[in-house]
Nanobody, 127 residues
Framework: QVQLVESGGGLIQAGGSLRLSCTAS????????MGWFRQAPGKERGFVAA????????YYVDSAKGRFTISRENAKNTVYLQMNSLRPEDTAVYYC????????????????????WGQGTQVTVSS
């Protein structure tokens, strides 16, 4: 079992930056590919960014490319999402997720592929 706890959300003006953190406990953190997803009111949960277990591969939704950066520190059991140039349309609850991997060093973009989820952290971007 892996427990995930997100932090770093809040209220910020458009154009500002936030860094989300997701800290894992339980099984060896380094054997999990990680992802960030978000869900706005009335919308389905959507993919934002993903990172392989080694950190060597990353993947972003088009709207996040050039603005968001996903990274991880396996020694700290933590994955980050640095969000710059925030827009009102980025407003959502942000969730981190973990997918157990054995030999693969891939990233994963579908929420159905993930095994564990955090409770989410609210990000609100005002115009």
């Amino acid at each position: 079992q892996v427990q995930l706890v997100e932090s770093g959300g809040g209220l910020i003006q458009a154009g500002g930056s936030l860094r989300l953190s997701c800290t894992a406990s339980g099984r060896t953190f380094g054997r999990y590919a990680m992802g960030w997803f978000r869900q706005a009111p009335g919308k389905e949960r959507g993919f934002v960014a993903a990172i392989s277990w080694s950190g060597g591969s990353t993947y972003y939704v088009d709207s996040a490319k050039g603005r968001f950066t996903i990274s991880r520190e396996n020694a700290k059991n933590t994955v980050y999402l640095q969000m710059n140039s925030l827009r009102p349309e980025d407003t959502a609850v942000y969730y981190c997720a973990a997918k157990s991997v054995s030999l693969s060093d891939s990233y994963y973009g579908s929420p159905d592929e993930y095994d564990y989820w955090g409770q989410g952290t609210q990000v609100t971007v005002s115009s």
